[in-house]
């Protein structure tokens, strides 16, 4: 199914990766999940950037799917395209892949005062 110039009445971008401290290089290229409720309806996506996909003002078209439970939308990642008011496509983020992050962050300080 698709979604035609549809306009974006809520954005929002979840973590669902490991968390990094901005040292160890952040969370900005970690896996979120980006919902998008256009018309009542939600639908959402994972994506490996932490930035918006399309902004206020902007149409959308993507394309979705329901999941096996029949429950929830999901969009198609490289699928979704938005449109900035004069009509020009524009394609944002990261639409690669990668790998989840399998460590957990350590805490601060050296391991003779971590607690078990």
């Known amino acids: 199914m698709r979604v035609e110039k549809a306009e974006v009445e ?17 969370n900005s290229g970690a896996w979120h999940q980006h919902v998008l ?6 639908y959402s996506f994972l ?5 918006k996909l399309v ?3 902007e149409t959308v078209s993507f394309d979705w799917e329901w999941d096996s439970s029949g429950k929830y939308r999901n969009a198609h990642l490289a699928s979704v395209v938005a449109f900035k008011p ?3 496509q524009v394609w944002r983020g ?4 990668k790998k989840w992050r ?3 962050t350590r805490p601060p300080g050296r391991r003779s005062e971590w607690e078990n």
């Not at 809520?10 to 952040?26: I, N, Q, V, W």
């Not at 409720?37 to 939600?42: A, D, L, M, R």
């Not at 990261?94 to 892949?97: E, K, P, Q, V």
């Open 10 to 26: 809520h954005y929002a971008a979840y973590l669902k990766d490991k968390s990094r401290p901005p040292s160890r290089g952040g």
């Open 37 to 42: 409720t256009i018309g009542g309806e939600t």
């Open 47 to 51: 994506a490996p950037w932490s930035g």
């Open 55 to 57: 902004y206020k003002g």
């Open 86 to 88: 004069n009509g020009e």
């Open 94 to 97: 990261d639409r690669g892949n």
């Open 102 to 104: 399998t460590a957990n």
